[in-house]
Structures are given as C-alpha cells and as structure tokens.
C-alpha cells in the first residue's frame, strides 16, 4: 500500500505541473551545443515559453508527454517514496527515538529512486521526446517526429529493440540519486525541525506544506545539472546501431556541453524546473502525507 499510495500521490501532482515540464525541456534543448548568443532564442523565459508554445502549437501542447509522465510518476515515484516509507515503518532511516538519520536516509531514499528511475526509464524517454516535438518555427533540439505514447513505442522498439527503450538510463541514475535524496531528507528534516518546536503543531497539512517547499528548493537547485545532461542524451539522435549522434556517453556530453555553452549552461531551465519542482514537490509530499493519514484513519494498523 505505501508504493500505491506514493504513486497516486504523484500521479495526481503530475496533472498539474506536466506543463511546466513541457517548458523546461524546450529551454534546455534551445542552443544545444551552440555558443551562447551563437543560436535562435525561441524562448526567451518561462512565460514567454507558454506564450509561444500555446502560439504555434496550441494550448492543449502544454500537456505534451502527460501520458508517458503519469507512467513516469506511477513506476518513479512510487517506487522512490514508497521505498522511503517501507524504510521508515521498519525503522531503518530512524534511531530508537524516531529521529531521522542522514546517512540512512540518503542511501534509502538514493536507492527507491535510482530503481524506480531505471525502471520508468522507457516512459521518461518517449514523454522527453514527445515534450520537445514543436511546429518548424519554434522547434528546439532533434525532432523524433512520434505520432503517440506507444507509436513511440513500437518506432523505438523496432528499430533498436528493449536496449533502444532503455537508452540513456544510465544519465538517470545520478540525477534519481541526488533528487531523491535532496528532496526526502530536505522534506523530513524540516518536517522535525517544525514538530520539534511545535511549530502548527495542530495543523499536520501546514506542516507538511512548509516541509515540501523547502524540498522543493532543494531539489530544484541540486538536480538541475543532472536533469539536463540526462534530457540531452534521451532526446539526442542515433545512428542504425542505437549509438548517440551528439553524444558518445555521459561524460563526453558533460564535457561538450562545458566547452560549447559554458558552465552557466547546466542550468538552463531553472526557473522552469523550480516552478515545476516547487508545486509538484508541494503537491506530491502533501498528498502523500494526507493519503497517509486517510489510510490509517480508515484501515489503522
């Protein structure tokens, strides 16, 4: 029950905040591999991104990849939190006291995201590739031309096989390690800190919300990189064989990205991935811990 009630949780904040997703692959994508002021700015920040995305390809594109991404948080999340929690009931990220501990719950909460990451991993794909398909006029990066989720699917499947469908997996795990544990331990540890002083302490949702957005600056500032190196090397074109036509591996895309865009550019799509991060973070922690609370108030232990 934890992995499905983790699940819902993010499944439900997804609905929301896919759009801003869609927003921050197309900024990270814009200028690839291009020296700065050495490319066409299509999207010049997050609002002027909507305006020309709803523009040229309509509003409901704002919602681009949204099956794929509820897939994503389903296996992901799920996973991630679920994990978490499994950890926490069994008393392995705690101390006698019920205190949290840092080490513990970095390598608990690293791992259900690494494992759930790699497994959404073939979602996570086609949702990146379907996020970046635009009309001509405003089309950032390579364009994979997909007609649907599982038509993306079968294209993939058949031209490379299952190891198509897991390309680039390996750029997931760095960023499913540190988002997962920045965010977790970030959102606990706040949470302790405001029940320990008896901040709202007879206001659990407030809690949780204060807690949230903290894990959501985290989060945001500490996976950025690691998003977008891992954006670049799923939306990249390949060759017959199913090798990278931009980028050989991750580090030979850490280091083109360093010498053609400059450091500032990892973290292209920011604001974006706050805006993002920020509510879904939000939303997903908060409808966790009230999914939590209805389930043992209905089903107590």
């Given amino acids: 029950m934890d ?16 759009p801003l997703e869609v927003l921050k692959t197309r900024l990270q994508l814009q200028g690839e591999l291009r020296a700065k002021n050495q490319h066409t700015i299509h999207y010049k920040n997050v609002a002027h991104a909507a305006y020309v995305v709803a523009k040229n390809d309509g509003l409901l594109a704002l919602q681009k990849g949204l099956i794929p991404a509820l897939w994503v948080q389903l ?22 006291e019920g205190n949290l501990i840092f080490y ?16 959404a991993s073939p979602f996570f794909l086609v949702k990146t ?9 405003i089309a950032v990066g390579h364009q994979h031309e997909h007609e649907g989720t599982w038509s993306a ?9 299952i ?9 997931s795990i760095p ?25 709202f302490s007879d206001k659990p949702l407030l809690t949780s919300f204060c807690g949230s957005m903290v894990g959501g600056v985290a989060i945001s500032v500490m996976m950025t990189p690691f998003d977008l190196i891992m954006t670049r090397l799923y939306n990249q074109p390949v060759d017959p064989h199913g090798r990278g036509l931009l980028y050989t591996n991750y580090l030979d895309c850490v280091v083109k990205i360093f010498k053609t865009e400059g450091i500032s550019a990892f973290y292209k799509g920011v604001g974006p991935m706050y805006l993002r991060l920020g509510p879904h ?11 939590k609370r209805l389930y043992d108030r209905f089903w107590p232990q």
């Fill in 75 to 96: 296996i992901m999340n799920g996973m991630r939190l679920g994990t978490f929690q499994f950890g926490e009931n069994h008393g392995y990220v705690t101390d006698i």
């Fill in 163 to 171: 190891k198509g469908l897991f390309r680039g997996a390996g750029a």
């Fill in 104 to 119: 513990k719950s970095v390598i608990v909460g690293g791992t259900g995201g690494v494992v759930g990451q790699y497994l």
């Fill in 3 to 18: 992995f499905a009630i983790a699940g819902a949780s993010a499944m439900a904040a997804c609905c929301f905040t896919n």
């Fill in 129 to 137: 590739h379907l996020q970046s398909q635009a009309a001509k006029a």
């Fill in 153 to 161: 699917f079968k294209k993939i499947f058949r031209k490379n096989g």
């Fill in 175 to 199: 960023r499913a390690f540190v988002g997962s544990t920045s965010q977790l331990t970030s959102f606990k540890y706040s949470k302790e800190f405001l029940n320990q002083y008896e901040y």
């Fill in 281 to 291: 973070t939000v939303l997903c922690l908060v409808f966790w811990d009230e999914l």
